[in-house]
Nanobody, 124 residues
Framework: QVQLVESGGGLVQAGGSLRLSCAASGRTFSSYRMGWFRQAPGKEREFVASISRSGGGTYYADSVKGRFTISRDNAKNTVYLQMNSLKPEDTAVYYC?????????????????WGQGTQVTVSS
């Protein structure tokens, strides 16, 4: 497994931007597909975005498509989530997830390693 540490969360006004980072341990980061998920109070954890091992493939939840961008830097063992045009409904704890393997996934069960989460709060 890989150890994941998220950062970059905070409080922002609606319409603003934040960039989340997720730093991974180990020397095999490029063998992991990565994902971002979020969990709002009282709600189940949901998929946000996923990126393939090389970064050539990405996939987004409809609710964030066109506003969020997932990317990765395999040389830095880091995956990012650039969040623009933030809305109050984007308020949640955001989690980074990793799983060794090809392709993309939107399923929580397809990811075996998780970070501790970072809080994003969007005020109206």
């Amino acid at each position: 497994q890989v150890q994941l540490v998220e950062s970059g969360g905070g409080l922002v006004q609606a319409g603003g931007s934040l960039r989340l980072s997720c730093a991974a341990s180990g020397r095999t980061f490029s063998s992991y597909r990565m994902g971002w998920f979020r969990q709002a109070p009282g709600k189940e954890r949901e998929f946000v975005a996923s990126i393939s091992r090389s970064g050539g493939g990405t996939y987004y939840a409809d609710s964030v498509k066109g506003r969020f961008t997932i990317s990765r830097d395999n040389a830095k063992n880091t995956v990012y989530l650039q969040m623009n045009s933030l809305k109050p409904e984007d308020t949640a704890v955001y989690y980074c997830a990793a799983e060794s393997g090809r392709g993309l996934s939107t399923l929580i069960g397809d990811f075996g390693s998780w970070g501790q989460g970072t809080q994003v709060t969007v005020s109206s």
